[in-house]
């Protein structure tokens, strides 16, 4: 599956953003899904997963509260809404699937991905 991440920009502390991560190629709804991130000079961090029929999500301690992950398997993709931004959230945002039989297992690490989108890159100022 081909994937296309999409809604970073510059944001204020405090803001809301929210990015996409639209799939080609193949159906959405045959895969879990995940978020990561790697900010500037920093591992790619693992953000928030979603299970390929949305009713199981897992977060990052780092952003739980803050970030909702959801999907829309019609429209083939995936959204992470991120309320209160901070200057740390600062990074390049990928999305990634993986190919699942079961439809409720989430996966937070990403050697558990097989797809990766391009990346949006996502700024916070103070």
């Known amino acids: 599956v081909q994937l296309q991440a999409s809604g970073g920009g510059l944001v204020l502390a405090g803001d809301s953003l929210r990015v996409s991560c639209t799939a080609s190629g193949s159906t959405l709804s045959r895969y879990a899904m995940g978020w990561f991130r790697q900010p500037p000079g920093q591992e790619r961090q693992f953000v928030a997963t979603?299970?390929?029929?949305?009713?199981?999500?897992y977060y990052a301690d780092s952003v739980k509260g803050r970030f909702t992950i959801s999907r829309d398997n019609s429209r083939n993709t995936v959204y992470l809404q991120m309320n209160n931004l901070k200057p740390e959230d600062t990074a390049v945002y990928y999305c990634?699937?993986?190919?699942?039989?079961?439809?409720?297992?989430?996966?937070?690490?990403?050697?558990?991905?097989?797809?990766w989108g391009q990346g949006t890159l996502v700024t916070v100022s103070s």
């Open positions: 990634a699937a993986r190919y699942a039989a079961d439809s409720f297992n989430v996966y937070y690490a990403d050697t558990s991905y097989n797809d």
């Open positions: 979603i299970s390929r029929n949305g009713r199981s999500t």
